[in-house]
């Protein structure tokens, strides 16, 4: 009986006619002490350095007394976007990721789907072999990935080279017309396997009874995989999308690498070789822009093609 009058009398009415808990509901205390873990390093790592960049791109570095005079930083304005956007390196560097992300992420989006789907088939054996196979890629590093394909590509180490030359082909995997498409290659078995860990994920979603209704109408096992189940998991399709939209305009260690074996990859090769190359030269208020700039064109592709694909599908 004490119990419950004491239970009882924690009831407290509410003007609206409801009862509450004196003490049982959350508190403003409890509930900034469970957000404080992320919120305080999200703020200091994420949101700080963001707005310090944006700061350092509208700096710019004067002297006094001609180019050997005192140094001095002050406000410039859009002096360094217009730098930027006058730059012709970093244009062509823009334009030859675009043509990498073109050929690529498709290429990849599409190998992804298609070992999801395989996967997902219940005539396939040894499902949880092939998934970590396809999925072991993404556990290497992308440096020691790109170093691994290095050697698979130097003409002077490699045996897939050797093989190639013994059955008449002469391969140039770092030439100037394959040296992009070389790093294409590392990025695509990089980033295969988590692609398709996502679309899978969403297919194991997918009720059985969809599939045995599609059966009873005589639909083929090809006609469900991609009548069925492609249309259903499109979110995720779109969501690897926009995510392998926002690598491609980050690809930095993949090319990096291939530029200690090849001399047809320049400081310049990518935008983000081009802000690490400029910020190596001490112009941090330059690097600054590049990378502001960099970072608002992946905001407007991505986000313009997930409003874009988005509407198409109804979503």
Same mark, same amino acid.
């Given at each position: ?12 009415? !509410? ?17 900034? *002490? @469970? ?17 310090? *960049? ?35 390196? +970093?244009?062509? #560097? ?9 050929? /690529? ?28 196979? *396809? +999925? ?28 190639? %030359? ?6 140039? @995997? ?45 639909? #083929? ?7 069925? %189940? ?12 926009? +995510? ?5 305009? /980050? ?16 400081? !310049? ?29 992946? +905001?407007?592709?991505? @986000? ?12």
């Amino acid at each position: 009986m004490t119990d419950i009058a004491t239970r009882a009398n924690r009831v407290v009415a !509410t003007p609206g006619g409801r009862s509450r808990h004196n003490g049982g509901g959350p508190r403003a205390g409890t509930i900034a *002490a @469970f957000l404080t873990p992320f919120f305080l390093p999200f703020v200091l790592f994420y949101l700080v350095p963001i707005a310090y *960049a944006v700061w350092q791109s509208f700096l710019v570095v004067r002297r006094t007394g001609g180019q050997y005079g005192t140094s001095y930083t002050t406000f410039g304005g859009f002096e360094q976007y217009v730098q930027v956007f006058q730059n012709t390196e +970093f244009w062509s #560097s823009i334009g030859r990721i675009g043509l990498f992300g073109i050929v /690529q992420v498709p290429v990849m989006l599409f190998v992804a789907l298609i070992i999801a789907l395989l996967l997902d088939t219940p005539l396939l054996k040894l499902k949880g072999f092939f998934r970590i196979t *396809a +999925f072991m890629p993404y556990a290497v590093p992308g440096v020691i990935a790109a170093i691994m394909w290095s050697f698979l590509y130097s003409p002077q180490l490699s045996p897939l080279v050797d093989l190639l %030359k013994a059955i008449g082909l002469q391969p140039d @995997f770092l030439g100037p017309g394959a040296v992009l498409w070389s790093a294409a290659n590392v990025s695509t078995w990089l980033w295969t396997g988590y692609n398709m860990l996502i679309m899978f994920s969403a297919l194991q979603a997918i009720p059985q009874e969809l599939y045995e209704a599609a059966k009873l109408d005589g639909a #083929s096992t090809w006609a469900i995989a991609w009548r069925i %189940k492609v249309p259903i998991i499109a979110p995720s399709i779109i969501l690897t999308t926009v +995510f392998s939209i926002i690598g491609t305009l /980050q690809l930095y260690a993949e090319p990096a690498v291939l530029r200690q074996i090849s001399s047809n990859i320049s400081s !310049t090769f990518t935008p983000n070789m081009l802000a690490y190359a400029v910020a190596s030269g001490n112009n941090y208020q330059q690097a600054a822009a590049i990378s502001v700039v960099i970072a608002v064109i992946t +905001f407007v592709l991505s @986000f313009g093609f997930m409003r874009l694909t988005s509407k198409r599908a109804g979503l």
